[in-house]
């Protein structure tokens, strides 16, 4: 693919009418999958990342409250603004209490135990701001 169709792919899916839709479901999918990992095996996700099991557990059930949330949000119509402004901050919230865990030294975990948590911290930021700028295109077009 050239750079320039990567461009007008990239500027298509931005202005695509069910981007914010979309964003938020993806939200709804990764928090599934990382909450489904994390209850499936905590012993073995234990064991392999250092991370205490109460943590996987705990983190697992919220993960899947979660995304049962954010997928309700996302069959809204119209979506409900506040609420998703309110995902936004608590997805920045979860990318800063991922990095604080890590710095904290309250745990010590594996190697694979720091790539997870953040990939997780780096994928709820983005998600945040890829909410965060479906909200302003929401809010910039017309309501006709």
């Known amino acids: 693919m050239s750079s320039s169709s990567a461009a007008m792919t990239s500027a298509s899916f931005m202005s695509a009418p069910n981007f914010l839709r979309n964003v938020l479901r993806l939200d709804a999918l990764s928090c599934l999958a990382c909450g489904a990992l994390q ?30 949330l954010v ?29 604080a865990l890590l710095l904290s030294g309250e745990i010590n975990p594996s190697g694979l135990g720091v790539a997870y948590v953040l990939t997780q911290a780096v994928t709820v930021a983005l998600l945040a701001e890829l909410q965060f700028l479906g909200l302003r295109r929401a809010a910039a077009q017309p309501a006709w």
């Open 39 to 68: 209850l499936a095996v905590p012993g073995t996700l234990t064991q392999l990342m250092k991370l205490p099991q109460p943590l996987v557990v705990f983190t697992g059930v919220f993960l899947l409250l979660y995304a049962a």
């Open 71 to 99: 997928a309700f949000i996302s069959t809204r119509r119209p979506l409900p603004r506040k609420a998703i402004a309110v995902l936004v901050a608590g997805n920045l919230g979860w990318a800063v209490a991922c990095v």
